[in-house]
């Protein structure tokens, strides 16, 4: 129906306007579930891995995600 693929749309929209992905999005989007959510973790302690804490969760900037896809380092 016409509703349904205006919801499709505002949702692309939303998804295209991300700026934050938390570690399970990152892990499953990003890196293709090859990496578990341990190495993550060390990897954003140690800063190989930018992440901004809001409370304790930890999230991983869009800017760092296009960084990382353009340079290839996964």
């Known amino acids: 129906t016409l509703f349904s693929k205006d919801i499709k749309q505002e949702s692309d929209v939303i998804e295209a306007n991300k700026k934050l992905y938390d570690v399970d999005e990152f892990r499953s989007e990003i890196l293709n579930n090859k990496v ?37 380092n996964i």
């Open 36 to 72: 578990s959510k341990s190495t993550i973790y060390a990897k954003i302690k140690s800063g190989e891995i930018k992440a901004v804490k809001i409370g304790r969760k930890p999230f991983i900037p869009a800017w760092f995600v296009d960084e990382l896809l353009t340079s290839r």
